[in-house]
């Protein structure tokens, strides 16, 4: 019945007939708890009231303040949680800029930021001058020199800063990061990963009208690795980076653009203005990234092809292989190492403790909530978040990086965001210490 129930609360969306009495058993202990903290969501569209959903079902949060560029979706971001029986949050609409107001108003003690790309970088770093635990949306920042600032300001502040890769926290990979911590593929010596996901016909592109929606703004302008970070928030767990090894350089390149001209003379006929748009960004990115230590990466990024949604994860080490499009894997310590074996098996004797509960009903089968849990817990103890701030920096430079060497056809260094601290870092994403 708790399961059904809160299946039943998250499926909602909007919640619009449930009351304190209904609320499954974390929601009712936050919404009742005296030692609750203080959050805060700018940018409350699509993400962000996905976020405000599983916020609702942690406990020991509230929500104070909500902030958006329209009002619609500010006060539709409110309403959710009062018809799940909390205090309505204070609304701030107005402008770009207002979100400066509710973080010097609010005290809040984290803020969920889930605007348009460019505000990521300059909202966290506002959030931090006022003692805020920013959790940024994917990617933390558009460029390098952002991406420094946000590292920069949070060795000032000393106020730790994470941005929410949720594929990090996918139990699958959890899993795998379990392994490889128990040196079941001994040393790794490549990853391959992408974010193959055919956004053209909603996140860019409007499905009924063909309008462009504001990412699209950005395949105009630039060729390059737009999203990496879901592709790449695993592995560098996997490739210990920033802690024992650090990326040394990017070698990218992008092939023609032309699969949003063919989507448009596809679904909308020879005549619509986006068909005949000569599109700066190429189809598929492809970019190699080599580390100190010797290890390679390959990522993909693959958004306006018609095909289904692929992550492709492959670690390959030493001793072994997990390919997670497969869904197998090959050990040298199973009898029939050079066959594959199914991953499941795996994944369930292996699995990471945060994955303690079924969470499947809640948004991106509960990949999200795990990760708003393990941050809000940091946040609680005034602690470090489980991605740091490095973590954030190295995910989110590829961005900018990818479309500098596609640019010049040549390989481009990688910042040290550490500052050579990635020599003694040890690892500290999800250390499992019950293996
Ligand atoms: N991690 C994931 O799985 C995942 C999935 C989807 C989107 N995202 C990320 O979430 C972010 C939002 O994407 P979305 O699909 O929700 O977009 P969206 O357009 O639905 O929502 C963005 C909202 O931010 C508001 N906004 C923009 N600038 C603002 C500002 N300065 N102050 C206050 N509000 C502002 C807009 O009015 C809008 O309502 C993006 O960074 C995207 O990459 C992540």
């Not at 499926?11 to 609320?23: F, P, S, V």
């Not at 405000?52 to 006060?75: K, P």
């Not at 952002?146 to 594929?167: A, F, R």
Request: net charge neutral; charged share 25%; with cysteine.
């Amino acid at each position: 019945m708790e399961n059904f129930s809160r299946r039943d609360f998250i499926k909602t969306g909007t919640m619009a007939t449930i009351g304190l009495g209904l609320l499954p058993g974390s929601a009712r202990a936050a919404a009742e708890s005296s030692e609750t903290i203080r959050v805060g969501v700018i940018g409350t569209g699509n993400r962000g009231k996905s976020h405000v959903a599983n916020l609702l079902t942690i406990s020991g949060v509230e929500v104070v303040a909500v902030c958006d560029l329209f009002d619609s979706q500010a006060s539709a971001a409110a309403n959710m949680c009062v018809q799940a029986g909390r205090k309505k949050p204070a609304i701030y609409v107005k402008d770009a800029l207002t979100y400066k107001q509710m973080l010097a108003k609010e005290k809040l003690d984290a803020v969920i930021i889930a605007t348009y790309w460019d505000s990521h970088a300059p909202i966290a770093i506002e959030a931090m001058n006022n003692g805020t635990y920013p959790g940024i949306e994917v990617p933390a920042a558009l460029t390098v020199e952002n991406t420094w600032k946000l590292v920069e300001t949070s060795e000032k502040t000393g106020i730790p800063c994470m941005m929410l890769e949720n594929w990090s926290f996918r139990q699958d990979n959890l899993a795998a990061l379990n392994m490889k911590r128990l040196n079941m593929f001994g040393d790794i010596v490549h990853c391959h990963c992408a974010h193959s996901h055919d956004c053209i016909d909603h996140w860019f592109f409007d499905s009924k009208t063909g309008d462009q929606k504001w990412p699209a703004e950005y395949l105009l302008k630039y060729n390059r690795d737009q999203y990496p970070t879901h592709a790449v928030g695993p592995i560098i767990s996997w490739m210990d980076i920033n802690r024992g090894d650090i990326f040394t350089e990017i070698y990218s390149s992008a092939t023609a653009s032309k699969g949003i001209n063919a989507y448009f003379k596809r679904e909308f006929g020879e005549n619509h203005p986006n068909g005949k748009i000569k599109w700066k960004q190429g189809d598929i990115v492809t970019s190699l990234l080599k580390t100190k230590s010797g290890k390679t990466l390959v990522i993909n990024y693959d958004m306006q092809l018609p095909r289904p949604y692929s992550n492709r994860w492959l670690l390959e080490g030493t001793k072994g292989v997990y390919d997670e499009e497969k869904a197998s894997i090959s050990l040298v310590t199973s009898p029939k190492y050079h066959e594959w074996e199914p991953w499941k098996p795996y994944e369930e004797k292996y699995n990471h403790k945060w994955w303690n509960a079924d969470y499947s009903a809640q948004s991106h089968g509960g990949t999200d909530y795990v990760m708003l849990s393990q941050f809000i817990d940091a946040v609680k103890k005034k602690g470090p978040t489980p991605l740091d701030v490095y973590d954030s920096a190295v995910m989110t430079a590829i961005v900018e990086l990818s479309g500098i060497s596609i640019e010049k056809n040549a390989p481009v260094p990688f910042p040290d965001f550490t500052k050579g601290k990635w020599e003694t870092n040890k690892p500290y994403f999800g250390m499992d210490l019950s293996l």
